[in-house]
């Protein structure tokens, strides 16, 4: 959900990409399935009620996707999204589940249990609705080799207390039974951001067949008001029923987040994280210089301990920052869009300024509309077929791009922008660290959101990428072009951004990409804050077994565009579809279900 720090129309099935995009070797998808806005069912056959109705119809935002291939049987997919279709009738965004039968050609839609106002029987025994939680998110996906699916996320409210905790969720019977939530990881009672805040979720099981075959790891950020932020860790041995107490596994480590978990052939669990650089977030005094970097820790003991932290791999960041025109009504803003259930914007500004531009108070000084995005790690090893070794993929920065920034907006420090790289290293089965390397390099376009994925020899990667985008400049965000609109303040839309794909059957040796979205989208539409602000979620996932692989993507090509009588010529390419009697900022849009709001999840099959 966020980074703790002090201080239109759908393409139809059966298009096919053009040749000219996909490399030689590469199996391109025959087309985008939209997993979201599919018709919802209750867990278990329930009867529906006024929320999942609701959600069967109206078109809200839904982002952050997970997707986990079933490994016995690939046919079956589960998928996640934050969904904010509940909004209208629960008051908050709640965690989607969405199920395949068919390999991803058709979706039915869901919510976890324990939503405000499911009367069912799974809804009343959920902690989260007996704990009185308003939202869930952040979810993260994964089997075991018996039919069971682990569903994990965060839960918290937007107003005091925020209580911000962890939940992970198991289902049966190849995911189509629902079994019970498990809170692991409680935050404290207190105002929002101001205690103990638990996000950022990861989730994986070991499927080795080995001593510990079957347990469930799961570990997060826990975000602190003192800004030292840890990564926790848990695990389960009863197949989710009970977690061990969560252990702290980044001692030493300052400032840490968006863990991710790997189990390799034997066992030996990995967890790689991003520590942040003091100097770039403006925290360096005192704390001994630290960079930005991959860390990981690793058990061989079945999760019971770690090692300590080591550095798996520096770089230069790729994070978007800003600033606002306003701080003082940026923060306003941002605060109450977010206590609102439409904004995810920050509740304040930060040491390097905004992390999000749009329009109105949540204009930025340099004129561009952006969301949010910061450099993470993904893992992976393969379970099936591997020889131990651990695989990572990150976004950074090229360094040879880094140059000073001629506008306030930054990505790789104070005043600097840079081109945004996807790079993959490795850790041996000796335990030797490779040298990190560009995945797929590429001449221009920014490259960010990766996910990688490792089963039956093959590895599979997917990600963000401008390189089609005909605004591309080391000076701009994706989906920003160099012209201005009429206001001569605010930039022009680009042609916009894709999601593209790729493997290897030679352990990360050599690639092979090919672009997955059949359609352009721009992220920066003003779905949020009142449709003054944009947001595109955190991440993007892709899973697989042996040569065939789903990725999915937060989309807003369904989205429809069009004016806000509140600030004429403002941010004008970015404006969506609403409906307003008056230009008072604080009224909210009259029509939320007509299409403006329509942000979906996508995905695609592919094969190496």
Partial sequence: MRRALLGRGA???????????????????????????????????????????????????????????????????????????TVEKAGGSWAGFYRSTTGGSTWTNSLLPGYPGDASPEGQASPLQKAGIQNAGDPVQAWDTAGRLFYMGNAFSRTRPASGSIWVATYDQEAAHYVRTVVVGKGTPSPLFLGRFNDKTSIEVDRTGGGHDGSVYAAWSI???????????????????????????????????????????????????????????????????????????????????????????????????????????????????????????EAGTEATGARDCGDGPFACTSGYVFFRHDSQPRA?????????????????????????????????????????????????????????????????????????????????????????????????????????????????????????????????????????????????LLMFGNRRSPFHGDYNTISSVGRSAFGTWTDTRDVLLGTDIRYPGQAEDFQVHQCRATTDPSVADACPNEGGIDQNVYGALSSS
């Fill in 11 to 85: 393409v139809a099935a059966g298009l096919l990409l053009p040749l000219a995009t996909v490399a030689a070797g590469a199996t391109a998808s025959p087309g985008n399935v939209k997993v979201t806005d599919q018709a919802y069912a209750k867990a278990n056959g329930a009867a529906p009620d006024a929320v999942s109705t609701s959600c069967s119809s109206n078109n809200r935002q839904q982002n952050e996707p997970s997707v986990a291939m079933d490994p016995m049987n690939p046919g079956i997919l589960v998928a996640g999204a934050n969904d904010y279709c």
């Fill in 223 to 345: 975000f602190n008001a003192s800004g030292n932020n840890s990564i926790l860790f848990v695990r389960s041995t009863d197949h989710g029923a009970t977690f061990s107490k969560p252990l702290d596994i980044s001692n030493g480590v300052h400032d840490n987040q968006d863990p991710d978990i790997a189990v390799t052939r034997d066992g030996t669990v990995y967890v790689v994280w991003r520590q942040f650089d003091f100097a770039a977030t403006g925290q360096g005094a005192g704390r001994g210089g630290q960079e930005s970097a991959v860390v990981f820790a690793r058990s061989t003991d079945g999760g019971a301990t770690f090692s300590r932290p080591a550095v798996l791999a520096t770089f230069t960041e790729f994070d978007a920052a800003d600033q606002p025109g306003d701080p003082a009504a940026y923060a306003q803003a941002a605060a109450e869009a977010f206590a609102s259930s439409d904004g995810e914007a």
């Fill in 380 to 524: 992976t090893a393969d379970q099936t077929a591997g020889d131990n070794t651990l695989f990572v993929a990150f976004d950074g920065a090229k360094p040879s791009t880094v140059t000073a920034s001629t506008s306030t907006y930054q990505t790789s420090g104070p005043g600097l922008v840079a081109q945004g790289a996807i790079y993959f290293v490795t850790i041996s089965p000796t335990g030797a660290i490779g040298t990190p390397k560009l995945l797929d390099d590429q001449p221009a376009g920014h490259q960010w959101f990766p996910d990688i994925n490792a089963d039956g020899g093959v590895l599979h990667a997917v990600w963000h990428d401008s390189r089609l985008d005909d605004g591309y400049s080391v000076q701009r965000p994706p989906g920003d072009a160099a012209a201005l609109d009429s206001s001569g303040r605010f930039h022009k839309a680009s042609s916009g951004i894709d999601t593209w794909g790729a493997s290897s059957t030679d352990g990360g040796t050599t690639w092979t990409s090919s672009r997955l979205s059949t359609q352009s989208q721009n992220p920066n």
